[in-house]
Structure formats: C-alpha cells, structure tokens
C-alpha cells in the first residue's frame, strides 16, 4: 500500500496569510490525526478526525482548523499566520486493523516570515 | 500539551554499546508506543506495549512499562550508527496520542 502522503512538502508563507495542508492516509484507514513539532515544544497534538467527524482536540487556538472528507483525505487550515507557527506538521493515519499504531507522512514543512 | 518527558534528551554511544531511554508520563493509559524519527521527517512506529503488559521484545528492541509508576523504557541493544535518530514515546488513551519531548540518540561509528 502506498504510504501516507502530505502536500506541499514545503511552504513559505507571510504573517496574517492563511494556509490549506493536505494529508492522504494510507488505503482503508478512516483515521487521521495531525500534529505541529517545533524545536522548542516538540511534538503537539492538534486533532484528529474519524469518519468525517473530529473526535479530539488538542490545545490550540482556533486559527487551527481542519476537516476530513469522504475518502479519508484531511486538510488542516490555519489563518492568520504568526511567525510563531513556523513549524513542521507532521500527519498520520490509522484504522482499528492497526491496533494503536499511527503511520506517519513526511510532514509538511511550514516557514512564515 | 505534552504527556511525556523522556529522560535523557540526548544520548551519545559508541557502535555496539546498548542505548537506554526511559519515559516518564502522567495520566491513564491503553498502550505506549515507541517511535523513531530520523532528521526533520516523518515518524515510523517501532514497537506498542499495552497497559495491561510489561514487557515487549522486537528484534533489538526492548521496551518494559511500569503502570504503578507511570514510565517505559527503550533499550536498543547492540547499537549501530544507523540508530542515529531522535526516539520519542507517545501515550494513547482513548484515541488521543500525546508525544513527549524526544531523546537525541547518536550512535558513534
């Protein structure tokens, strides 16, 4: 099966802009969570989305948004960049065969100046 | 937020020398997974120890969990330079994964 794919792999962006990233999970996985990893706060969970429906959420401002649409693809939005979200964002799929496991894309990585 | 603290943030070893990292969380569990990460990319699952067991083996991989004092390790044995990577624990409770910090580990040819 192909692996979990993220669009674009890179992105610059401007303060005050707003960004669309895109994540494919793999083939027959229903759930996809993403995440924001920075050097100074690591990885942080940012929600997770299932059936089309965000079953968590972590800790973030409301800028950060997302959605899951039919076929399983996931988009996260963020707007009104800050420098401070310059970062790598990093999703991930699983399904109930995985037992736990997430599988990782490649990120996507975010630079606002 | 993060759940985990892993413990040390960075670790340097000579080929051969078996690597130890240890994690340390906070609130209940379902299972502990274990990754690897190498430079700036995305994250491959190495190994996941359910709550209700304590200890896992995967080829040079051995991950122990102790629920009473909410913590895990990793031990690598018989390291090679391609170990060279940041290893980060993450805990899954209910669907929601957090990760902790990571530990730097360097494996010196």
């Known amino acids: 099966k192909a692996g979990v794919t993220q669009t674009p792999r890179y992105l610059i962006k401007t303060r005050g802009q707003q960004v669309t990233l895109s994540c494919s999970p793999i083939?027959?996985?229903?759930?996809v969570s993403w995440y924001q990893q920075t050097p100074g706060q690591g990885l942080q969970f940012l929600f997770e989305?299932?059936?089309?429906?965000?079953?968590n959420k972590g800790n973030f401002p409301g800028r950060f948004s997302g959605r899951q649409f039919s076929n399983s693809r996931s988009e996260m939005n963020v707007s009104t960049l800050e420098l401070g979200d310059s970062a790598l964002y990093l999703c991930?799929?699983?399904?109930?065969?995985?037992?736990?496991?997430?599988?990782f894309g490649p990120g996507t990585r975010l630079t606002v100046t | 937020s993060q759940q985990g603290e892993e413990d040390p943030q960075a670790l340097s070893i000579q080929e051969g020398e078996n690597a130890t990292m240890n994690c340390s969380y906070k609130?209940?569990?379902?299972?502990l997974q274990w990754y690897r990460q190498n430079s700036g990319r995305g994250l491959v699952h190495l190994i996941l120890?359910?709550?209700?067991?304590r200890e896992k083996h995967s080829g040079r991989l051995r991950v122990t969990l102790d629920t009473s004092k909410k913590s895990s390790s990793l031990l690598i044995t018989a390291s090679r330079a391609a170990d060279t990577a940041s290893y980060f624990c993450?805990?899954?409770?209910?669907?929601?994964?957090?990760f902790g910090a990571g530990t730097r580990l360097t494996v010196k040819p």
């Open positions: 991930a799929s699983s399904s109930p065969s995985t037992h736990g496991w997430q599988y």
């Open positions: 083939s027959g996985h229903r759930s």
């Open positions: 989305y299932f059936s089309e429906t965000q079953r």
């Open positions: 609130t209940s569990i379902n299972n």
């Open positions: 120890i359910r709550s209700n067991e």
């Open positions: 993450a805990t899954d409770f209910n669907n929601d994964m957090r």
